[in-house]
């Protein structure tokens, strides 16, 4: 129930293109969902997240997409740049505590010239 | 600039020793993190301290000791009982009680185990 699901592994996407990483969860009592993004060599770090009272947050060309009812959120990049290939890891917690946050396997985005 | 500085960036250990990953932070938080990364797989809690002189073990602490003596400083000891030990280590730290959650991660440490 700790277990948070993304897809897919991987993704190759042409630039100007749409990625879309979706990610599911069982523990209703997650409240925190936030997206981290790293690139080869270095550390994750937060690109945007969302809370469960809301559907959706925009920031820039990176939009989360939250359904509660399915327990299911996704992160869409809008006109995807080579800049965008790095690893993004969605997640999950209980009260924002860090100890309690739950990482999915991550997406290794690729963005094609 | 305000940051977490882990140190080394890559590091070989034989079977049978114990190595120390360092981390630093100048951020002033109370919380201070260890997690493991493995390919295609999600980061993994080892340890965690919200507090000088106090550290909790996390899902996969078997293997790994910590200490938290300085606000600043939360050393990660690999010891000879982890079975797998070749991964990359990441230390991160927040602010206890934080709205927003955020963690900030290092730029990692890469231990192989020749």
């Known amino acids: 129930q700790q277990q948070v699901k993304q897809s897919p592994q991987s993704l190759i996407v042409q630039k100007g293109g749409i990625s879309i990483i979706n990610c599911a969860y069982e523990n209703t009592a997650f409240d925190y969902f936030p997206w981290y993004q790293q690139f080869p060599g270095k550390g994750p770090a937060l690109l945007i997240a969302?809370?469960?009272?809301?559907s959706e947050k925009k920031e820039g060309r990176f939009t989360i997409s939250f359904n509660k009812s399915a327990k299911q959120f996704s992160l869409h990049i809008m006109d995807s740049q080579p800049g965008d290939s790095a690893t993004y890891f969605c997640?999950?917690?209980?009260?924002?505590?860090?100890?309690?946050?739950?990482f999915g396997p991550g997406t290794r985005l690729s963005v094609l010239p | 600039d305000g940051g977490i500085t882990q140190s080394p960036k890559y590091l070989f250990r034989k079977e049978g020793q114990n190595v120390t990953l360092s981390c630093e932070q100048n951020l002033n938080h109370d919380a201070m993190y260890w997690y493991r990364q493995d390919p295609g797989q999600g980061l993994r809690l080892i340890y965690y301290?919200?507090?000088?002189?106090?550290?909790q073990k996390g899902d996969i602490a078997e293997g790994y000791s910590v200490s938290r003596e300085k606000k600043e400083s939360f050393p990660l000891t690999v010891t000879s009982a982890q079975k797998n030990p070749t991964a990359f280590y990441l230390c991160?730290?927040?602010?206890?009680?934080?709205?927003?959650?955020?963690?900030?991660f290092g730029e990692g440490s890469r231990l192989t185990v020749l």
């Open positions: 301290s919200q507090i000088v002189n106090d550290f």
């Open positions: 969302i809370r469960p009272d809301v």
């Open positions: 997640a999950a917690s209980m009260g924002h505590y860090g100890q309690n946050f739950v």
């Open positions: 991160a730290s927040s602010i206890v009680g934080a709205n927003t959650g955020e963690l900030f």
